[in-house]
Nanobody, 125 residues
Framework: QVQLVESGGGLVQAGGSLRLSCAAS????????MAWFRQAPGKEREFVAG????????YYGDSVKDRFIISRDNAKKMVYLQMNSLILEATAVYCC??????????????????WGQGTQVTVSS
């Protein structure tokens, strides 16, 4: 398995931007499909974005399409989530996740075997 550590969360005003980072450890990072999920208080965990092992195929949850961008740097073992035009409803704990299942282009959390602790994102009005 791969170990994941998120960073970059914080407080941002509505309409602003924030970039989250996920640092991974392990020799097989470049083979993993990576994703971001979020969970707001009192709500279920929600898929945000995922990216293929080679970074060529990004895929997004409907609520963040055209505003968020996921990317990865396999040489640095990093995954990023650029969040633009943030709205109040984006307030949540954002977690990075990994799966060794190739071509797993799904937002189903059960398919991901490694999870980070999460980073808090708070959007204020």
């Amino acid at each position: 398995q791969v170990q994941l550590v998120e960073s970059g969360g914080g407080l941002v005003q509505a309409g602003g931007s924030l970039r989250l980072s996920c640092a991974a450890s392990g020799d097989t990072f470049s083979t993993y499909v990576m994703a971001w999920f979020r969970q707001a208080p009192g709500k279920e965990r929600e898929f945000v974005a995922g990216i293929s092992w080679n970074g060529i195929i990004p895929y997004y949850g409907d609520s963040v399409k055209d505003r968020f961008i996921i990317s990865r740097d396999n040489a640095k073992k990093m995954v990023y989530l650029q969040m633009n035009s943030l709205i109040l409803e984006a307030t949540a704990v954002y977690c990075c996740a990994a799966t060794g299942r190739p071509n797993f282009y799904s937002g189903s959390a059960s398919g991901f075997s490694s999870w980070g602790q999460g980073t808090q994102v708070t959007v204020s009005s």
